[in-house]
């Protein structure tokens, strides 16, 4: 089942995500960023777990980000990432956002989607304050794509 993340759902979330991020193939988040920007994740539940998240964050009046798309490894081939994404590209278009932002270390995932690839330096600095926190700055290797909707 696909919805909007919860309040319970926090805890999953970071676990799913981190586990990731302990592989170096995504940025972890802490439980006080995703309660802080939670009404942002949506999740696919199977009984009473979530196995996929996605996050679809608003940076200013046409911009937002996809971030944070994380599917339990038993379940990857599933289509559940996809999906997740597609209900973030959905929820931008309702809100009248014209282009999306990832910052990636799949980038063939969002290039499958419709992204395309561009330099960071495009990017609104807006962005950048979040990144000059992350312990990967100023070295990250991650690759941002962008979709025009």
Not at 18 to 46: C, G, Q, T, W
Not at 90 to 107: H, M, N, Q
């Amino acid at each position: 089942m696909y919805r909007k993340a919860i309040t319970d759902d926090v805890e999953q979330i970071q676990k799913l995500i981190n586990k990731f991020a302990a592989k170096d193939i995504m940025l972890p988040r802490s439980l006080s960023e995703i309660y802080e920007n939670l009404r942002d994740y949506s999740v696919h539940v199977d009984d009473g777990n979530v196995v996929g998240c996605a996050a679809l964050h608003i940076y200013w009046k046409d911009l937002a980000e996809i971030r944070s798309v994380a599917v339990a490894e038993e379940r990857r081939e599933s289509g559940i990432a996809s999906k997740l994404t597609e209900i973030c590209i959905e929820e931008a278009r309702s809100l009248d956002i014209k282009k999306i932002f990832v910052l990636t270390f799949v980038p063939e995932f969002f290039e499958g989607r419709g992204f395309q690839k561009i330099d960071k330096e495009k990017l609104p600095h807006k962005i950048w304050t979040e990144c000059v926190q992350c312990h990967k700055f100023p070295n990250c290797s991650e690759v941002a794509l962008l979709m025009e909707l």
